[in-house]
């Protein structure tokens, strides 16, 4: 790694996800959460699962000699092409497996239901999933991505910015970081209530295609989020502040309108 250890320390596990997407596999392989939980201190993320930085140092040499898919930087894509991607790879995914989950649960439910407890709250999970994903992503492509969009063509055309309806782009970003953090909370339960996706040694076809499907849908779901937190709001929020605040925006139309009449 480019970066020393002693400044690793320091480093939060967003910040390093982000400079070093291919850190991700040893996050995701030590049960790290590097998402929603991307403020901890690489140091404090280590300690908690029994780990050294120097050890995280040596797993992340060892993963770059390993062709990765979550080795893309964003860093110098425009946020347009980053929110393209996020909803080609992330929600497009997001809404299918979601349409197939809950049909696939119900029915590993009604032939296994009364011999495994934890199915019926499996069929719960995947509801909420559901219930709550949906909407946030439609917003997102509806409100946010639009805003951003329209943000970074005025910057690069030295146009006037737009003025939000939502005040600044921190006030839907906030709300949509509360509920990838709800979202965190219901992958994380349904990692224990399955056992780590472990299906047992009766399970059927479906049984285990759900779990194995389910365990995938996890993984994404993290990348989804770490783009969208560590990447995508994080440079929307600087390029509004380099922009002006949206007050600035709106007194200076004014002040515009008022000299031209």
Same mark, same amino acid.
């Given at each position: 790694?480019?970066?020393?250890?002693?400044?690793?320390?320091?480093?939060?596990?967003?910040?390093?996800?982000?400079?070093?997407?291919?850190?991700?596999?040893?996050?995701?392989?030590?049960?790290?959460?590097?998402?929603?939980?991307?403020?901890?201190?690489?140091?404090?993320?280590?300690?908690?699962?029994?780990?050294?930085?120097?050890?995280?140092?040596?797993?992340?040499?060892?993963?770059?000699?390993?062709?990765?898919?979550?080795?893309?930087?964003?860093?110098?894509?425009?946020?347009?092409?980053?929110?393209?991607?996020? !909803?080609?790879?992330?929600?497009?995914?997001?809404?299918?497996?979601?349409?197939?989950?809950?049909?696939?649960?119900?029915?590993?439910?009604?032939?296994?239901?009364?011999?495994?407890?934890?199915?019926?709250?499996?069929?719960?999970?995947?509801?909420?999933?559901?219930?709550?994903?949906?909407?946030?992503?439609?917003?997102?492509?509806?409100?946010?991505?639009?805003?951003?969009?329209?943000?970074?063509?005025?910057?690069?055309?030295?146009?006037?910015?737009?003025?939000?309806?939502?005040?600044?782009?921190?006030?839907?970003?906030?709300?949509?970081?509360?509920?990838?953090?709800?979202?965190?909370?219901?992958?994380?339960?349904?990692?224990?209530?399955?056992?780590?996706?472990?299906?047992?040694?009766?399970?059927?076809?479906?049984?285990?295609?759900?779990?194995?499907?389910?365990?995938?849908?996890?993984?994404?779901?993290?990348?989804?989020?770490?783009?969208?937190?560590?990447?995508?709001?994080?440079?929307? !929020?600087?390029?509004?502040?380099?922009?002006?605040?949206?007050?600035?925006?709106?007194?200076?139309?004014?002040?515009?309108?008022?000299?031209?009449?």
């Amino acid at each position: 790694m480019n970066n020393t250890t002693s400044s690793l320390h320091e480093q939060t596990i967003g910040e390093i996800a982000a400079e070093l997407p291919i850190a991700i596999r040893v996050f995701e392989a030590w049960k790290i959460d590097y998402c929603c939980g991307g403020k901890q201190t690489l140091s404090e993320a280590c300690t908690a699962v029994g780990k050294s930085v120097e050890e995280f140092a040596a797993a992340v040499d060892s993963a770059v000699a390993m062709p990765d898919s979550l080795a893309t930087d964003w860093s110098s894509e425009s946020l347009r092409t980053l929110s393209g991607h996020i !909803v080609d790879a992330y929600h497009r995914y997001t809404r299918e497996e979601l349409a197939t989950f809950a049909p696939l649960a119900a029915k590993v439910l009604g032939v296994h239901g009364e011999r495994r407890p934890e199915l019926p709250e499996v069929v719960e999970l995947v509801r909420d999933l559901t219930t709550d994903m949906l909407p946030h992503m439609l917003k997102e492509e509806q409100v946010l991505f639009p805003y951003v969009a329209q943000l970074e063509e005025a910057a690069e055309s030295g146009g006037p910015p737009p003025t939000p309806f939502f005040g600044t782009v921190k006030n839907p970003i906030r709300m949509m970081m509360l509920e990838h953090d709800r979202v965190g909370e219901l992958l994380g339960r349904l990692r224990v209530v399955t056992d780590d996706y472990t299906p047992p040694e009766s399970a059927c076809f479906s049984y285990r295609e759900l779990y194995r499907r389910l365990t995938e849908f996890e993984l994404r779901t993290h990348e989804h989020i770490h783009i969208e937190n560590n990447v995508y709001f994080t440079r929307a !929020v600087s390029l509004e502040e380099r922009s002006g605040s949206p007050e600035e925006f709106a007194f200076s139309h004014a002040c515009g309108s008022s000299s031209g009449s």
